[in-house]
């Protein structure tokens, strides 16, 4: 089986900053494509920010320049840097992975429990 486990959630002022870290561990063969999603009460669930097996992120436009992804392939962990935190912002966040678990088989998503980051204005 393989489990996601995220950390770093918190409550924090408009202008602050926070740090997600989601680690992936169990059966692993290899993890491709890494995300964040948020989702605010009473919404879809929605992608902030990706990145690929090969260090290539992508960014929702409302997170641009403000968000930064990373990974460490080495710890099966990505990382959610969050800078300038806005009301808005506020939300569960999840983290997903898709998992090769055995080589041969196809990558399967997987997502963590969730984080709540709340921003106070």
């Known amino acids: 089986q393989v489990e996601l486990v995220e950390s770093g959630g918190g409550l924090v002022q408009a202008g602050g900053s926070l740090r997600l870290s989601c680690r992936a561990s169990?059966?692993?063969?290899?993890?491709?494509?890494m995300a964040w999603y948020r989702q605010a009460t009473g919404y879809l669930r929605d992608m902030v920010a990706s990145?690929?097996?090969?260090?290539?992120?992508d960014y929702a436009d409302s997170v641009k320049g403000r968000f930064s992804i990373s990974r460490d392939n080495g710890k099966n962990t990505v990382y959610l840097e969050m800078n300038n935190l806005r009301p808005e912002d506020t939300g569960v966040y999840y983290c997903?992975?898709?998992?090769?678990?055995?080589?041969?088989?196809?990558?399967?998503?997987?997502w963590g429990q969730g984080t709540q980051v709340t921003v106070s204005s």
């Open positions: 997903s992975a898709n998992v090769v678990r055995r080589s041969g088989l196809p990558p399967f998503p997987y």
């Open positions: 169990g059966t692993i063969a290899r993890i491709t494509d």
């Open positions: 990145i690929t097996s090969a260090d290539s992120p």
